[in-house]
């Protein structure tokens, strides 16, 4: 079945440091890819997706791109604040399904002044 | 406009005792989703309605478990003879079209305790 192996936390960095949270899929066909976060005590919220091989999606500094090849998607900041601090999941929708998505277990990052 | 709210925001409930939690989507949303999120692990999908249509229901984890959404609106998940092992947040979403590439958008969620 469909499964997303995002990297293990949780990641504590310093303000302005780059950021890179890994996640990997294992999905038939061809997936649509999301990256959602969860700041504190706030519901889910999308912040990027991507929707076929290539595509890069972005968002507030925040940048992933799908790797099929890799089978990656990988989120990427270059700078990050301490605003940013909250956890992070990967997550995809398979065509075939209606929108149902496949989550990763989240990454909680931490940004330090 | 609301986004997608949930009630209650928690629940304590006894084990055996059945429980019913609320959603209501943004109005005008077509999709309705049910997952469920225990302690340190992603959403794990449940159910799913088109309008008012149970398309998907291939996540609940027994037939303890029961999802409607008669009008196509508001949905509540209903959980009978509670066990521990229910203990999790339970998380609604609703997206404007059935496609999947379409946002979803997730209420607060319902955080279910059995004892």
């Known amino acids: 079945g469909d499964s997303v192996t995002q990297m293990e936390g949780p990641v504590t960095l310093s303000e302005e440091a780059f950021l890179t949270i890994n996640c990997t899929y294992t999905a038939t066909g061809y997936p649509s890819l999301f990256w959602y976060v969860q700041y504190p005590g706030e519901g889910l919220q999308l912040l990027l997706k991507?929707?076929?091989?290539?595509d890069k999606g972005s968002n507030k500094g925040f940048e992933a791109t799908y790797r099929k090849e890799t089978t990656s998607f990988h989120l990427e900041k270059g700078s990050v604040q301490v605003s940013d601090s909250a956890v992070y999941f990967c997550?995809?929708?398979?065509?075939?399904?209606?929108?149902?998505?496949?989550f990763g277990d989240g990454t909680t990052l931490t940004v330090k002044p | 406009g609301a986004g997608v709210s949930q009630s209650p925001r928690y629940k304590v409930a006894k084990r055996g005792q059945d429980v019913a939690l609320r959603c209501d989507p943004i109005?005008?949303?077509?999709?309705l989703f049910w997952y469920q999120q225990a302690l340190g692990q992603g959403p794990e999908f449940l159910t799913y309605?088109?309008?008012?249509?149970?398309?998907?229901k291939s996540g609940l984890p027994s037939d303890r478990f029961f999802a409607e959404r008669p009008e196509g609106s508001v949905s509540t998940l209903k959980i009978q003879r509670t066990q521990q092992e229910d203990s999790a947040v339970y998380l609604c979403?609703?997206?404007?079209?059935?496609?999947?590439?379409?946002?979803?958008?997730f209420g607060p969620g319902t955080r279910l305790t059995v004892l």
């Open positions: 991507a929707t076929k091989a290539d």
């Open positions: 109005s005008g949303h077509v999709s």
């Open positions: 309605f088109q309008n008012e249509a149970q398309l998907d």
């Open positions: 997550a995809l929708s398979r065509n075939t399904n209606a929108g149902k998505s496949t």
């Open positions: 979403a609703s997206s404007l079209e059935a496609a999947v590439t379409d946002t979803q958008y």
